[in-house]
């Protein structure tokens, strides 16, 4: 079973930024179930998601799977 790195908290479901031009992973946040996570991108990223966008946002859940993802340009 995969686990999360410990860094990311206990959270059910954590939200990542990954910064791909300096190839940087943060937690921008964290949420006790999917919907709530994908409710909290939507109001940190609004019209920041794109398509094609360089940067991603992540959720993961607590076993490390990443759950979904977003695009951010």
């Keep these: 079973m995969m686990t ?18 300096d190839n940087d992973t943060f937690a ?3 949420a006790t179930t999917l919907d709530a996570a994908m409710k909290k991108v939507m109001e940190l990223y609004e019209d920041r998601l794109r ?9 993961i859940d607590i076993n490390g799977n990443v759950v979904k993802r977003y695009n951010v340009g």
């Design 51 to 59: 398509v094609n966008g360089a940067d991603r946002v992540e959720i």
């Design 28 to 30: 921008v946040g964290e």
């Design 4 to 21: 999360r790195n410990s860094k990311f908290g206990t959270a059910p479901f954590v939200i990542c930024h990954w910064d791909t031009f």
